[in-house]
């Protein structure tokens, strides 16, 4: 799920955009109504979250703005202003969601995670399986042959991403911009490592290798 925050408040902002990346989706950061619209006018992201009060524009209008556009991406307001009728103007502006601050962010993840299958198109499959490794989206879990294996957030991002192009080659590339969220080379051996633990976990006690190094070029998960 790719989202995109439009939150004026550096901490608060920081904390949403790290706490979604853990739960394994991409989260890119708006500080203010302005910017916010013009990346939200893209309509290049599953669901927005939008801080009701913002400098240069506030939530509301980038709200009510976009659906006088056209574009229906959903849409949860959160707020310190949690009166009905503050609700009610929200949810009227063209929110479809409101969500009243202070909040836990499990209650939040759970929201959102409703309004990404709102959005138009097909239905995103939430149990993916390669051979006979399963993931599943909504829970966050990993079997293989029915044995649950544990992953770090990174290592389940990484999974996710390589079940999501099973068949296909990934390429270092990629990797870094889709699941690390670098467009630059970090000159490190980020990848190396965290390909050496997941391939641990998800081969060690199985006879069948899963995970393919493509030499000079990326890596295959190919049941």
Not at 128 to 139: F, N, P, Q, T
Request: without cysteine.
């Amino acid at each position: 799920m790719k989202l995109l925050i439009i939150e004026d408040d550096r901490e608060s902002a920081d904390y949403l955009e790290k706490a979604f990346s853990e739960a394994g989706h991409t989260a890119h950061v708006a500080r203010d109504g302005e910017s916010g619209f013009a990346l939200a006018e893209t309509g290049d992201y599953d669901v927005l979250v939008v801080d009701r009060m913002l400098p240069r524009r506030d939530g509301l209008s980038v709200v009510s703005g976009l659906r006088a556009k056209g574009i229906h991406t959903p849409v949860l307001i959160l707020s310190a202003l949690g009166e009905v009728d503050d609700r009610v103007t929200g949810l009227r502006a063209g929110g479809d969601d409101y969500l009243t601050k202070p909040y836990a962010f499990s209650e939040l993840l759970a929201r959102v995670e409703v309004l990404s299958r709102r959005k138009g198109g097909p239905e995103v499959e939430t149990m993916l399986r390669v051979g006979d490794l399963e993931l599943d989206r909504l829970s966050h879990t990993v079997k293989r042959a029915g044995q649950t294996i544990l992953l770090q957030p990174r290592e389940y991002k990484l999974l996710d991403y390589l079940v999501r192009h099973a068949g296909q080659v990934v390429t270092r590339t990629m990797l870094l911009e889709n699941v690390w969220e670098y467009h630059f080379d970090p000159q490190t051996n980020v990848i190396d490592v965290h390909i050496s633990r997941l391939r641990s976990k998800i081969e060690r006690d199985f006879d069948t290798p899963i995970l393919h190094t493509v030499r000079g070029v990326g890596y295959m998960l190919k049941g």
